[in-house]
């Protein structure tokens, strides 16, 4: 019902930039909160960032100053902006969205991963 799609990922050298952009789409009434999660090999998942609809931000102590999150609720979008990149921000980043369906239920949704590698 409701589709996310990140693009954005790739390959750059520390101190490098990378833009992620995450646009859902489908049964869409309303999104709540969006956000950016990422996993490292070998690695739980965890948190990078999330944006509620009214633009209120929180940021994983690791990225914070580095990494800006933001959103187009016109366009149901969520990006992430990395600067700075790290080593140790290589990791398969996820987006995801709190959704509202047309049809009134609530759920979760993520998108399928796009792989950021930050080469030293």
């Known amino acids: 019902q409701v589709q996310l799609v990140e693009s954005g990922g790739g390959l750059v050298q520390a101190g490098g930039s990378l833009r992620l952009s995450c646009p859902a789409s489908?049964?869409?009434?309303?999104?709540?909160?969006m956000g950016w999660y990422r996993q490292a090999p070998g690695k739980q998942r965890e948190l990078v960032a999330t944006?509620?609809?009214?633009?209120?931000?929180n940021y994983a102590d690791s990225v914070k100053g580095r990494f800006t999150i933001s959103r187009d609720n016109a366009k149901n979008t969520v990006y992430l902006q990395m600067n700075s990149l790290k080593p140790e921000d290589t990791a398969v980043y996820y987006c995801?969205?709190?959704?509202?369906?047309?049809?009134?239920?609530?759920?979760?949704?993520w998108g399928q991963g796009t792989q950021v590698t930050v080469s030293s």
């Open positions: 995801n969205a709190d959704v509202q369906t047309v049809s009134g239920r609530y759920s979760r949704y």
């Open positions: 489908g049964s869409i009434f309303t999104i709540n909160l």
């Open positions: 944006i509620t609809s009214a633009g209120y931000t």
